[in-house]
Nanobody, 126 residues
């Protein structure tokens, strides 16, 4: 089964940066939505950011606006999540999800996606 593949997680200190990558090369990048989600221990999975491939529209959760930036290299079929000014509360497993023909702010909704990666751990120490 085709699925996106995350990479780039790790352990950093508060205030530092990380860049996550989502390899979605198994998908056609024509009107596809790629989303980043995260799940901290004991909490529900939440939408972090997403991008729509055909027009580059981006969406962010309020908790990460101004700190995280999502971008897409359509030629490489890879989506990046640049995370700056990281906080301990950003600690979670981060998942990449892909869904063809997705559009608009719906891409922040986890129930819109059928294709999920295995996740990558991000730990921010204080």
């Amino acid at each position: 089964e085709v699925q996106p593949v995350e990479s780039g997680g790790g352990l950093v200190q508060a205030g530092e940066s990380l860049r996550l990558s989502c390899d979605a090369s198994g998908f056609t990048f024509d009107r596809i939505g790629i989303g980043w989600f995260r799940q901290a221990p004991g909490k529900e999975r939440e939408g972090v950011s997403c991008i729509i491939s055909n027009d580059g529209s981006t969406y962010y959760a309020d908790s990460v606006k101004g700190r995280f930036t999502i971008s897409s290299d359509n030629a490489k079929r890879t989506v990046y999540l640049q995370m700056d000014s990281l906080k301990p509360e950003d600690t979670a497993v981060y998942y990449c999800a892909a869904e063809p023909r997705l559009y608009g702010s719906r891409c922040l909704g986890q129930w819109e996606y059928d294709y999920w990666g295995q996740g990558t751990q991000v730990t921010v120490s204080s």
